[in-house]
């Protein structure tokens, strides 16, 4: 079982930024996939970007040009910078790791998007 704990969410205006962080307790190296994904109230959860052990990065539609995926190898952290923050992007951000054997998650940061 792979343990994650994701940091990092918190308040901020639309148009601004942050990033959040994902400690993942095994080698990101070692991990097929790496993803973020949100959940905003009263909506499903839903994938934002995801990226591979080849360090092929995907993201949705919504977030393309304003978020970026990235692997810290050493420090075994997956961040996910984020910018030009609107309103729709407000909700709880999981970090979930997939290999073959078993799929985890962490337990979410919530991010408010508010003026």
């Known amino acids: 079982q792979v343990q994650l704990v994701e940091s990092g969410g918190g308040l901020v205006q639309p148009g601004g930024s942050l990033r959040l962080s994902c400690v993942v307790s095994?080698?990101?190296?070692?991990?097929?996939?790496l993803r973020w994904y949100h959940q905003a109230p009263g909506k499903e959860l839903e994938l934002v970007a995801s990226?591979?052990?080849?360090?092929?990065?995907n993201y949705v539609d919504f977030v393309k040009g304003r978020f970026n995926i990235s692997k810290d190898t050493p420090k075994r952290t997956v961040d996910l910078q984020m910018k030009s923050l609107e309103i729709e992007d407000t909700a709880v951000y999981y970090c979930n790791a997939y290999l073959p054997w078993t799929e985890d998650w962490g337990q979410g940061t919530q991010v408010t998007v508010s003026s």
């Open positions: 990226v591979d052990s080849h360090d092929n990065k």
């Open positions: 095994e080698y990101v190296s070692r991990i097929y996939t």
